[in-house]
């Protein structure tokens, strides 16, 4: 069983910073890739970042790339999500994500809101 719970969200003006954490449970934790995915009101929920086990290999989606960066501990078993530059459109409820062994666990979530 893994349990993935994010914090750090809040209320930002735009060009400021935050950054999310995914703390992990899980003796998996450090084998498998990490992933963060928002999503904003009435839209789908989208990918933002992803990151390989080793932390040596990264993604970004190309609306966040440049201004956001994922990072993981696995000494802390926790992924990291450090969001620069915020924009309003930045504004969503950000979970974070992990396939092991062939199920899917999502967290629970937390919400940004970035203010014009």
């Known amino acids: 069983q893994v349990q993935l719970v994010e914090s750090g969200g809040g209320l930002v003006q735009a060009g400021g910073s935050l950054r999310l954490s995914c703390a992990a449970s899980?003796?998996?934790?450090?084998?498998?890739?990490m992933k963060w995915f928002r999503q904003a009101p009435g839209k789908e929920r989208e990918f933002v970042a992803g990151?390989?086990?080793?932390?040596?290999?990264?993604s970004y989606s190309d609306s966040v790339k440049g201004r956001f960066t994922i990072s993981r501990d696995n000494a802390k078993n926790t992924v990291y999500l450090q969001m620069n530059s915020l924009k309003p459109e930045d504004t969503a409820v950000y979970s974070c994500?992990?396939?092991?062994?062939?199920?899917?666990?999502w967290g629970q979530g937390t919400q940004v809101t970035v203010s014009s």
């Open positions: 990151i390989s086990w080793s932390g040596g290999s990264t």
């Open positions: 994500y992990a396939r092991v062994l062939g199920t899917d666990y």
């Open positions: 899980g003796r998996t934790f450090s084998r498998n890739a």
